[in-house]
């Protein structure tokens, strides 16, 4: 069975310092991991996918996360946060066929000026 | 290129009534997924339809049906309205890139009901 766990439900860093927001899954095979992101009001835009290529993956706006299969971690990070970074990450496991979509339960990031 | 749409963007409804949401994918795409995001937690999967079989299913009940017609577009029915069903339903398109598939979403049709 696949399950995700974002370990965060609000992160809270200060503009120009580093983002980290926590993903864990469960998978009896190998996953399709995603990160997506929600601005208030907006649909769900996606950030970054892994799909068994390279282990680090680089998405839009300066996001990048790095699967770590012996941790069963696909954590998100960002080296330095800027105001337009705050809204909601989604952590999402799906199977091959797409007949199995998992979403964390989210994480709130803030931005502090 | 027009994203997925979705229609309505806001509807009202009673406790016990019917509706009826509509989507239409990106050009090209032939895959549709539907989704339940109440307030606060995290999108749930409810159908993903390929090539208008139904080819995945969420943990919803019989209430909640769809159907994806010959150009690809989709509509998701739920019948007899609680207000729990209250949420952001999110339509998704689905495209197979080298392989491995890609989603976008449309903006969502927020569904109250009372």
């Known amino acids: 069975a696949q399950s995700v766990t974002q370990l965060d439900s609000h992160v809270s860093v200060s503009e120009g310092t580093p983002v980290l927001l926590r993903c864990n899954y469960s998978?009896?095979?190998?996953?399709?991991l995603f990160w997506y992101v929600q601005h208030p009001n907006k649909g769900l835009q996606l950030l970054l996918k892994?799909?068994?290529?390279?282990?680090l993956v680089k998405g839009i706006n300066g996001f990048e996360a790095e699967f770590k299969k012996s941790e069963t971690s696909f954590h998100l990070t960002k080296p330095s946060a800027h105001m337009s970074d705050a809204a909601e990450y989604f952590c999402?496991?799906?199977?091959?066929?797409?007949?199995?979509?998992?979403f964390g339960s989210g994480t709130r990031l803030s931005i502090r000026p | 290129d027009a994203g997925v749409t979705q229609s309505p963007t806001h509807l009202i409804k009673t406790r016990g009534q019917h509706v009826t949401l509509r989507c239409s994918p990106i050009?090209?795409?032939?895959?549709v997924s539907w989704y339940q995001q109440v307030l606060g937690q995290g999108p749930q999967f409810i159908f993903q339809?390929?090539?208008?079989?139904?080819?995945g299913r969420g943990n919803f009940p019989d209430r909640f049906s769809a159907r994806q017609f010959p150009n690809y577009s989709s509509e998701l029915n739920v019948n007899a309205l609680l207000l729990g069903d209250s949420a952001l339903y999110l339509c998704?398109?689905?495209?197979?890139?080298?392989?491995?598939?890609?989603?976008?979403f449309g903006p969502g049709t927020r569904l109250t009901v009372t």
């Open positions: 998704a398109s689905s495209l197979v890139v080298r392989g491995q598939i890609e989603q976008y």
């Open positions: 892994y799909t068994s290529a390279a282990t």
């Open positions: 999402v496991v799906m199977d091959s066929s797409a007949s199995k979509i998992i």
């Open positions: 998978s009896s095979y190998s996953p399709s």
């Open positions: 050009s090209g795409h032939k895959s």
């Open positions: 339809y390929y090539e208008k079989e139904e080819r």
